[in-house]
C-alpha cells in the first residue's frame, strides 16, 4: 500500500543548531513530494517541493529536503533553527497525478531557547 | 490577497443537522481539494475536482457527505445527518493544474457537533 511515514512525532532542538524532520515514502515510478507547514491556528503553508528536477530542493525559510530514490526518503533540514521555526511539519506524497494525496502524521518542531 | 478561502470559518451544530461548507479557491486554479483534519492529525483527503468533474473520493466519504463544483469555481461540501464523529477542521486547497500539483490551503472551517 502506498504510504508516506514521518519517523519522528516530536522534534526538539536548540535554537541556532540543526533541524532534522525525517520523511520517508513507499516507492512509487515519480511521487511528488511536498513538506507543509502548520503554525498554531494557521492555515497550512507550502515550504518546498519536489517534482523530479534537482534533487536537492531549496524551500522558504532556509529550509532545504534531499530527494533519495534509493532510500524512498525525503528529508527536510535546516542549518540553523530559529525560535520562529516551532511548528507541525507535514511531508506530503502525491502519487499517480493526484489521483492518491497521502500526508504524512506531522512532526512536531519545538525550539528550546 | 486573493487565496483561498472557506467559509464560515466556525460552526457549531447538534447531531442530526445538515451543515455546509463553502470554498472559494484561487481563480485561474482548476483544482479543488478538500481536507478533513482531525486534532493531532494529518490532513485526510477527502476528495478532488479537475473543473466541475469530481475525479477522486476517498472511503472516508461516506454517503451522509456531498461535495460539488457546480461552475468549477467555488466548491460546497454538505454533511448530512451530523455526527459527533464529524468534529474536525475542514480544509480546502486549490492547485493550478496541469503538471503543477502544489497546492494552497484556505484556513479552514471547524465543525463541532454537540
Known amino acids: 500500500a502506498q504510504s508516506v511515514t514521518q519517523l519522528d512525532s516530536h522534534v526538539s532542538v536548540s535554537e541556532g543548531t540543526p533541524v532534522l524532520l525525517r520523511c520517508n515514502y513507499s516507492?512509487?515510478?515519480?511521487?511528488?513530494l511536498f513538506w507543509y507547514v502548520q503554525h498554531p491556528n494557521k492555515g497550512l503553508q507550502l515550504l518546498l517541493k519536489?517534482?523530479?528536477?534537482?534533487?536537492l530542493v531549496k524551500g522558504i525559510n532556509g529550509f532545504e529536503a534531499e530527494f533519495k530514490k534509493s532510500e524512498t526518503s525525503f528529508h527536510l533540514t535546516k542549518p540553523s533553527a530559529h525560535m520562529s521555526d516551532a511548528a507541525e511539519y507535514f511531508c506530503?506524497?502525491?502519487?499517480?497525478?493526484?489521483?492518491?494525496?497521502?500526508f504524512g502524521s506531522g512532526t512536531r518542531l519545538s525550539i528550546r531557547p | 490577497d486573493t487565496g483561498v478561502s472557506q467559509n464560515p470559518r466556525h460552526k457549531i451544530t447538534k447531531r442530526g443537522q445538515n451543515v455546509t461548507f463553502r470554498c472559494d479557491p484561487i481563480?485561474?486554479?482548476?483544482?479543488l481539494y478538500w481536507y478533513r483534519q482531525t486534532l493531532g492529525q494529518g490532513p485526510e483527503f477527502l476528495t478532488y475536482?479537475?473543473?466541475?468533474?469530481?475525479?477522486?473520493k476517498s472511503r472516508l466519504l461516506s454517503d451522509r457527505f456531498s461535495a460539488e463544483r457546480p461552475k468549477g469555481s467555488f466548491s460546497t461540501l454538505e454533511i448530512q445527518r451530523t455526527e459527533q464523529g464529524d468534529s474536525a477542521m475542514y480544509l480546502c486547497?486549490?492547485?493550478?493544474?496541469?503538471?503543477?500539483?502544489?497546492?494552497?490551503f484556505g484556513p479552514g472551517t471547524r465543525l463541532t457537533v454537540t
Open positions: 506530503v506524497v502525491i502519487y499517480s497525478s493526484a489521483s492518491k494525496i497521502i
Open positions: 475536482f479537475q473543473n466541475e468533474a469530481q475525479l477522486e
Open positions: 481563480s485561474e486554479h482548476n483544482r
Open positions: 486547497a486549490s492547485s493550478l493544474g496541469g503538471r503543477s500539483y502544489e497546492q494552497y
Open positions: 516507492s512509487s515510478y515519480s511521487p511528488s
Open positions: 519536489y517534482t523530479s528536477a534537482a534533487t
